[in-house]
């Protein structure tokens, strides 16, 4: 498993932008998936973004997607994740997470970083 250390949340207005980053430590980095999920009170947790190992294939949930962009890397174990555009609907705990490329789940995971977006 890797540790995780989350920073960079904050409070922002609507339309404002926001860079959180991930440290990582323990393991060999370019082997996990890393990824960021979210969870607003009274809600799910949701998958975000994530990013492979190479940094070349990314995912973002369609609420973010042309808003949030994530990247790695790899030389310094960091995983970014860039917030424009920012809603009162992305205030949220942000958590970092890490999945081994072999394995079906996180299992890793930061103290999460809040994020709170005011209109």
């Known amino acids: 498993q890797l540790s995780l250390v989350e920073s960079g949340g904050g409070s922002v207005q609507t339309g404002g932008s926001l860079r959180l980053s991930c440290a990582a430590s323990?393991?060999?980095?370019?082997?996990?998936?890393m990824a960021w999920f979210r969870q607003a009170p009274g809600r799910e947790r949701e998958l975000v973004a994530a990013?492979?190992?190479?940094?070349?294939?990314?995912h973002l949930t369609d609420s973010v997607k042309g808003r949030f962009t994530i990247q790695r890397n790899n030389a310094g174990n960091l995983v970014f994740l860039q917030m424009h555009s920012l809603k009162p609907d992305d205030t949220a705990i942000y958590y970092c997470?890490?999945?081994?490329?072999?394995?079906?789940?996180?299992?890793?995971w930061g103290q999460g970083t809040q994020v709170t977006v005011s209109s």
């Open positions: 997470a890490a999945r081994h490329r072999a394995g079906d789940e996180y299992t890793s």
């Open positions: 323990g393991r060999t980095f370019i082997n996990y998936v």
């Open positions: 990013i492979d190992g190479s940094g070349r294939n990314t």
